[in-house]
């Protein structure tokens, strides 16, 4: 098993940014693909990013893609996600999630663990 914390999310006004951070524990030996998801409110959850266990393969949702970066730290069993020019759009709660599966996992059911998740409003 392995736990997911996420951290980093707040307020901000549009064009602020966050850094956010998601930490595993517990079964960190194996080698995760990671991914970041997030939910804002009355809609689904859907992709953000994802990167491999190296992170040298990244991929990124088209509505984040040149704002947002996606980062690792293997020896702190950390997973980033830069947000840089937030938009109003960009509120909700940010979930880190972990997948034993290869990179390139853009769906909910390609990963096996997640996070609680964080609360990221860009106020305008």
């Known amino acids: 098993q392995v736990q997911l914390v996420e951290s980093g999310g707040g307020s901000v006004q549009t064009g602020g940014s966050l850094r956010l951070s998601c930490t595993a524990s517990?079964?960190?030996?194996?080698?995760?693909?990671m991914g970041w998801f997030r939910q804002a409110p009355g809609e689904e959850r859907e992709f953000v990013a994802t990167?491999?266990?190296?992170?040298?393969?990244?991929y990124y949702a088209d509505t984040v893609k040149g704002r947002f970066t996606i980062s690792r730290d293997n020896a702190k069993s950390t997973v980033y996600l830069r947000m840089n020019n937030l938009k109003p759009e960009d509120t909700a709660v940010y979930f880190c999630?972990?997948?034993?599966?290869?990179?390139?996992?853009?769906?909910?059911?390609?990963?096996?663990?997640w996070g609680q998740g964080t609360q990221v409003t860009v106020s305008s």
């Open positions: 517990g079964r960190t030996n194996s080698r995760y693909s």
């Open positions: 990167l491999s266990w190296s992170g040298g393969n990244v």
């Open positions: 999630a972990a997948s034993n599966r290869s990179w390139g996992n853009l769906r909910e059911e390609e990963y096996d663990y």
